[in-house]
């Protein structure tokens, strides 16, 4: 991409910034999350503009928190307000009950809602009218996620000709289940107004293309290895797969501090004499923590050796708490641990350490540190990072990582991971097993090609991948 007369404008439901009030006084700060990171440089080299809605309301001083991070950052935002009732509809509502459950191929926790539908539709034209405004010739445009699959769309027709790109970061469906939804047709029809369309996996761009071609009437279709273009109406529209990553450099650095390494200490004093298998997650029914809790119950029953001598820590992060069905999953954990607990526990072992809150940067990469084992079993995830994350600050090179197949990272890492069904509790409770017995040499030979792999393929060359593709 060849940027050099124009800017880079990238557009995602939310600003790359944390806004917040202590005693009285406002306050803004770059996020920390790792699209923040890796896009952060690029745009500020084309002095560049992030669209999104700032995650506050109106009683926040925005226009002067805006001026101040674009004095400090070297790059703009712009703010898409949202009321209540939006967020409500749009984003917990379409996004989250209707688009997350269906592109995971968890039909089950899917809503289909008119209303729902109809916000999500007004949202996405508020976006676009957004990007419309700030948008001059020459600048790139590109979207972020499955909140916004309308937006191309709806900039064409307000006559933006500019190059639109878009970026899925979670998975697409096969067409069985894709075709479920009740407005498939526009949004595929919406997606077709891009120039080009990133995924996480070829899986993934596979599915799309089949969805497009079964359903969108007229489409040809160009199928190479590294894309596929597809023509609409005398526009080709490329689509290719582009598995984004971390900042290892900074994982990898920030895991060798001392600060790190002396609570990484701390945590296994207080567990000695056990293996520490680390699991990190959103509270989310996707990344599959019910299935692991009772794979590792069947481990303890199976293999009783492991008895005593490790010990799980599941960090799950609150999310969505106010949702029945997240509470609900909430408390079937809290029911599960307690029960594997009470019946394979022991005076000084617990086999379940379950923590309900998010890590600090320090806590968690120590967690990383000291664990000899991670088990990382969504029940499907368009990358999963934490596994990535996990590589990274294994700075020690003696940590066994346990990967559900249907994670996108396992395209990139399944040579040296321990692949599980996280569906299949004996095979996984057999990988368990076989983490804890691996030798020495064996671990650090896994670990090194996979911190190796992680390395090479960093979030600052998915980044390069994705805009050199156009």
Not at 261 to 282: F, P, S
């Amino acid at each position: 991409m060849n940027t050099d007369k124009g800017r880079l404008i990238v557009v995602s439901n939310r600003l790359p910034v944390v806004i917040s009030e202590n005693e009285g006084t406002w306050g803004i700060a770059p996020g920390s999350g790792g699209l923040v990171t890796a896009m952060a440089p690029v745009i500020k080299r084309h002095q560049g503009l992030w669209i999104g809605w700032p995650g506050c309301g109106e009683e926040a001083p925005i226009d002067e928190l805006i001026e101040k991070f674009t004095a400090e950052q070297g790059y703009g935002l712009a703010t898409v307000p949202l009321s209540e009732e939006e967020v409500t509809k749009y984003y917990e509502g379409f996004s989250n009950e209707t688009l997350w459950p269906l592109l995971h191929d968890l039909l089950g926790h899917c809503h289909f809602d008119k209303s729902n539908w109809e916000a999500y539709q007004k949202v996405n034209q508020r976006f676009a009218e957004m990007t419309a405004k700030h948008v001059s010739e020459g600048d790139f445009v590109w979207v972020q996620d499955y909140q916004l699959m309308l937006a191309g769309r709806n900039m064409r027709e307000l006559g933006v000709k500019n190059t639109l790109a878009f970026f899925l970061h979670i998975p697409f469906p096969s067409l069985d289940i894709f075709r479920r939804l009740p407005w498939r047709n526009e949004i595929l029809t919406a997606l077709l107004e891009f120039d080009m369309i990133g995924f996480q996996t070829l899986r993934d761009r596979r599915n799309f293309v089949s969805c497009v071609r079964e359903m969108v009437p007229g489409i040809e279709a160009d199928i190479r290895r590294r894309h596929t273009f597809l023509k609409k109406d005398e526009r080709w529209i490329k689509v290719g797969h582009f598995p984004i990553s971390i900042d290892f450099t900074a994982f990898n650095n920030e895991a060798r501090t001392q600060e790190v390494a002396d609570a990484a200490w701390y945590l296994h004093e207080k567990l000695e004499n056990q293996q520490l298998m680390l699991g990190v997650d959103r509270l989310d029914y996707t990344k599959g923590v019910p299935e692991r809790f009772l794979a590792f119950e069947r481990a303890l029953e199976k293999y009783p050796d492991l008895r005593r001598k490790i010990t799980l820590l599941q960090v799950v992060v609150p999310s969505r708490t106010r949702v029945h069905e997240y509470q609900v999953l909430k408390e079937e954990l809290d029911r599960i641990t307690g029960r594997i607990n009470a019946t394979f526990g022991e005076p000084g072992w617990v086999p379940i350490s379950y923590i309900f809150r998010s890590l600090d940067k320090v806590q968690l990469l120590a967690h990383y540190r000291a664990s000899e084992i991670a088990l990382i079993t969504p029940l499907r995830d368009g990358m999963n990072l934490v596994c990535k994350e996990y590589c990274a600050a294994s700075v020690d090179n003696n940590g066994v990582l346990i990967l559900s197949e249907f994670a996108g990272a396992a395209d990139q890492l399944s040579k040296w991971a321990l692949l599980v069904n996280p569906y299949d509790e004996e095979g996984t409770a057999d990988a368990i097993y076989q983490a804890f017995t691996m030798d020495q040499a064996e671990r650090r030979r896994r670990m090194r090609l996979m911190r190796a792999s992680t390395a090479r393929n960093n979030v600052h060359r998915w980044v390069e991948w994705f805009v050199e593709a156009l």
